[in-house]
């Protein structure tokens, strides 16, 4: 995960020079990554900042997905666990919601509120991402009203998640054992 965030500060201080190709050396560690993750054959590694962006930030995802902390993919209310909720923001655009994890019988609440508070802090910098590429789209004015919408959602989707975290951190400092939801549901009790 390291390597990964890394990967991706290079690539916003390269954006920040208004670069906009991957220079050689950001390609190659892209592909180094991705072999070190086990890919036997990865594909071409991206010539664009954009498109390593999102190849890096999808890496980050499959990694947080395999932490062995959270064995379960976060589960939406009504699917099957693993199944993502996918947002149509127009027409033509979609973007993945995020939720925070449940709890598992295995952790106790401090390794719980760790896995909340990241989930919180990825939904903030999927904000970001959305941020910069809808002002990157707005500059261009290139399709700019839909890149718009993603960032709205992204915006919603965070404080959503920011608000739900901090209101079970506070049930959980008022009734430790109570405030826990049942091992595998993320529904708290309600005051």
Known sequence: MAQSDSLL??????????ESNAPARL???IRALQLRLGR????VA???????????????QRLMAANPRNPRPNRHAGRPSG??????????????VLTLPPPTAASDELEWIELVEATVERAWDR?????????????MHVK??????VAMAAWSNYWEMLEEAERIKRRLRAHPMAARPAAGTFSAPRP
């Open 144 to 149: 700019a009203a839909p890149a718009v919408a």
């Open 27 to 29: 390609r190659e560690a």
């Open 127 to 139: 904000w970001c991402y959305a941020q910069q590429q809808a002002v990157r789209a707005a500059r």
């Open 46 to 60: 991206p010539a664009t900042l954009d498109a390593a962006y999102d190849l890096v930030f999808a890496v980050q």
């Open 40 to 43: 036997r054959n990865p594909p």
């Open 83 to 96: 199944q993502p909720i996918v947002a149509l923001v127009t027409n033509e655009t979609r973007w993945k």
């Open 9 to 18: 500060d290079d690539v916003e201080m390269l954006r920040l020079r208004d």
